[in-house]
C-alpha cells in the first residue's frame, strides 16, 4: 500500500497548509477525520508535520479518540520501518546461511525452523534480554555463515527460563529449537540433543518431535526415530490435524520400508497420500509417490514404480523442489540400471549429482557417488569404481551417516573381491554386515550375507557358501525382492554345479532366469543364460551351451559389461576350436 502512495504526502500537505490558513488547526484537524480511514499511506508523514506545529490552547478540545488515533498510526509507521529492517536482515541471513547449507534449508520444514530461529534473535525480547550488541554480533556472524554466537545467545535464554520453573518449559523450549534448528546445518549431535530437550520441556510440540525423528534417523537409530514419529501421529490425533497426521505416516513408512517391511511401509505411505491429498499438500503427495516407488523396485515391479516416480517428478518439477527432483532421477537411474540400461542410469544418476552438487548435498553427493560406481564396476572399470566409492564413504563419514557407511564398505568389498583380495573383501563386507544389522537394514544384510558366500564359494568353503546364500535367500523371500531372489538362487546353483549336482544347478539357474526376466533385469539374465551354458558344456550338450553363451554375450555386449563379455566370447571361442578339431 505505500508503494501505491507514493507521492500522495506533498498534496496531502499543500491541503492542510489551506485549510489551516482559512479554519485554523482544530478545523484542519476535524476535516482530517473524514480522510484518515482512506489516507493511510501518506498519514504517517502528515502526523509528523502535525505534531510539531504550534496549537493554541483549543487544542485541548481535541477528542482522546482522535489523539489515540494520532498515536497509533505514528506507532504503526514505526512498526512497518522495524519489520522491513528485520525482514531484509533475515533475508540476507539466510542467503548466506544457504550457501553452505543449500540442500538443507531446500527442505521447506527445515528452512522453517531456522527462519522461525532468526526471528526469534531479531526480537525486541532478546535485544533486550542478551543485549542489542550481542544480537547484532551474532545477526553479523549469521550472515558469514557461522552459528556459534547465535546458538550461544539461545542457550543462554534456555537456561534462564528454565531456571524460572515449569511455567516458563514452553519459552525454554522454543529456544532449544532454535538451538537445534541451527546446530541440525552442522552438528547433528548437537541438535538432537537440543531437539530432545525441547521435546521435554513440550512434550505437545509435534514439531520438536519430529526434528528429533528425522535426526535419530540420520545417525541410524531407529526405534528413537520411530518413537518421536509416533508422538507426532499421536499429537496429530489429539488435534485432528490431518496434516501431522499425514506427516507423521509417511516417516513412519520409511522406517519400516528401511527395515524390510515392507508391506507396513506401503500402508503408511498410502495413507500419507490420502490424507495429504485430502489437505491439498502436494509436496507430501510427491514424496508419498516417491517412496511407494522405491517400494514397487524392490518388489521388481518396474512398471510401476516408474510411473508412481515420475508422477513424484512431475509435481517437483512444478514446486521447483530441487531436493526432490534430485532424488527421483536418482531412482529413475537405479531403474535403468536394473533393465541394464547403463548408459540411461548414468545420464539420469549424472543428473541428480549435478543437482546435489548446486545445493550442496553431502549426502546426496555421496548416494550418487555410490551409484555411479556401481556403473563402473559392472563396465569393468574397477579403478574408477573404487575412487567413487571411496569417496562415498568419505562424505558418508563426516556426516556420520551408518547406511551410507554400510553401503560404501560393501561395494568396496566387492571391488576387492574381483581383484581376488579375499580377505580385504571379506573384512570390508562384515563391517558393512555389522552396521546393517545394527540397524536393521534387511536388504543391506541380505547383500552382505550373498556377498560372504561368495567369498567362501572362491575359497572353496561351499558348506559356509550354501549357508551364507541360504540366509540371503530367506530375507530377500521376506522382503518381496525379485532381484535379491535371483541372485541369490543363481549362487546356489553354482554351489550345487561345484559339487556335480547338474540336475540341481540347472533348476536354481533357470529359476533364476525366470524371476530376472520378469524384472527384465538384464544382468541377472546374462548370467544365467552363462550358468546353463556351463551346465550343458558340462553334460557335453555343445550346441545347447553354444546357445546359451550367445544369449549372454548379446546381452553382456549390449549393457557394456566388458569383462564379461570377454570371457564369453572365449569360451565360445572354445566350443568353436572344439568343433574344428
Known amino acids: 500500500m505505500f508503494a501505491r502512495m507514493e507521492g500522495f504526502p506533498e498534496n496531502l500537505k499543500a491541503f492542510w497548509d489551506a485549510l489551516a490558513t482559512h479554519a485554523g488547526p482544530i478545523g484542519a484537524l476535524a476535516a482530517l477525520v473524514a480522510i484518515v480511514a482512506t489516507v493511510v499511506g501518506g498519514m504517517a508523514w502528515l502526523l509528523g508535520k502535525l505534531l510539531l506545529r504550534k496549537t493554541p490552547p483549543t487544542t485541548q478540545n481535541v477528542s482522546p479518540e482522535m489523539l489515540d488515533r494520532v498515536e497509533e498510526l505514528g506507532a504503526t509507521k514505526n512498526a512497518l520501518t522495524e519489520e522491513q ?24 520444514e527445515q528452512r522453517k525452523q531456522v527462519e522461525e530461529a532468526v526471528d526469534a534473535l531479531q526480537s525486541d525480547a532478546t535485544r533486550e534480554s542478551e543485549g542489542a550488541e550481542n544480537v547484532e554480533e551474532a545477526l553479523a556472524l549469521l550472515e558469514q555463515g557461522d552459528t556459534a554466537e547465535a546458538e550461544t545467545l539461545f542457550a543462554r535464554i534456555e537456561a534462564r527460563e528454565t531456571a524460572q520453573g515449569a511455567a516458563h518449559n514452553v519459552q525454554a523450549a522454543e529456544a532449544a529449537k532454535h538451538i537445534g534448528a541451527l546446530a541440525f546445518l552442522h552438528d547433528t549431535d548437537k541438535a538432537l540433543n537440543a531437539y530432545d530437550r525441547a521435546t521435554t520441556l513440550n512434550p505437545d510440540d509435534a514439531e520438536a518431535w519430529n526434528q528429533l525423528g528425522h535426526l535419530h534417523f540420520r545417525k541410524g537409530n531407529l526405534d528413537p526415530a520411530e518413537h518421536a514419529y509416533l508422538r507426532v501421529e499421536a499429537l496429530g490425533n489429539k ?83 530441487k531436493e526432490g527432483m534430485a532424488s527421483e532421477y536418482s531412482n529413475l537411474g537405479l531403474i535403468a540400471q536394473t533393465r541394464g540400461d547403463l548408459n540411461v542410469a548414468e545420464a539420469y544418476h549424472r543428473r541428480s ?229
Open 239 to 321: 488435534l485432528d490435524d490431518k496434516t501431522l497426521l499425514a506427516i507423521a505416516a509417511g516417516n513412519l513408512g520409511i522406517i519400516a520400508q528401511t527395515r524390510g517391511d515392507l508391506d507396513e511401509a506401503e500402508r503408511f505411505h498410502r495413507k500419507s497420500l490420502a490424507l495429504n491429498e485430502a489437505v491439498g499438500r502436494v509436496k507430501g503427495m510427491a514424496n508419498a509417490y516417491g517412496n511407494l516407488g522405491i517400494i514397487a523396485q524392490v518388489r521388481g515391479d518396474l512398471e510401476d514404480a516408474n510411473e508412481l516416480h515420475r508422477k513424484a517428478l512431475s509435481i517437483e518439477k512444478v514446486l521447483s523442489d
Open 85 to 108: 529492517r528485520k525482514s531484509d536482515g533475515k533475508d540476507k541471513v539466510i542467503a548466506a546461511l544457504e550457501v553452505q547449507n543449500a540442500a538443507l534449508l531446500a527442505d521447506r
Open 353 to 581: 549429482l549435478a543437482i546435489e552438487e548446486a545445493l550442496g548435498s553431502t549426502e546426496g553427493i555421496a548416494s550418487q557417488c555410490g551409484n555411479l560406481g556401481l556403473i563402473a564396476q559392472i563396465r569393468g572399470d574397477l579403478d574408477a569404481a573404487e575412487e567413487l566409492f571411496c569417496k562415498s564413504l568419505a562424505l558418508n563419514k563426516e556426516l556420520g551417516r551408518k547406511e551410507g557407511i554400510a553401503n560404501a564398505c560393501g561395494n568396496l568389498g566387492l571391488i576387492a573381491l574381483e581383484r581376488g583380495h579375499l580377505d580385504n573383501a571379506e573384512d570390508l563386507i562384515r563391517k558393512a554386515l555389522a552396521i546393517d544389522e545394527v540397524l536393521g537394514i534387511r536388504e543391506g544384510t541380505a547383500k552382505c550375507y550373498s556377498n560372504l558366500g561368495f567369498i567362501a564359494q572362491t575359497r572353496g568353503d561351499l558348506v559356509n557358501a550354501e549357508e551364507y546364500h541360504r540366509q540371503a535367500l530367506a530375507i530377500g523371500r521376506a522382503l518381496g525382492s525379485k532381484e535379491s531372489a535371483a541372485i541369490s538362487i543363481g549362487n546356489l546353483g553354482i554351489i550345487a554345479r561345484k559339487r556335480g549336482n547338474l540336475d540341481a544347478a540347472e533348476e536354481f539357474f533357470r529359476e533364476s532366469l525366470a524371476f530376472s526376466e520378469e524384472l527384465n533385469h538384464k544382468e541377472g539374465m546374462e548370467k544365467s543364460y552363462g550358468n546353463l551354458g556351463t551346465v550343458a558344456e558340462t553334460r557335453g550338450n555343445l550346441e545347447v551351451a553354444r546357445e546359451h553363451w550367445e544369449r549372454a554375450y548379446a546381452l553382456f555386449a549390449e549393457i557394456g559389461a566388458s569383462p564379461e563379455a570377454a570371457q564369453t566370447a572365449a569360451m565360445l571361442k572354445g566350443l568353436a576350436e572344439e568343433d574344428g578339431r
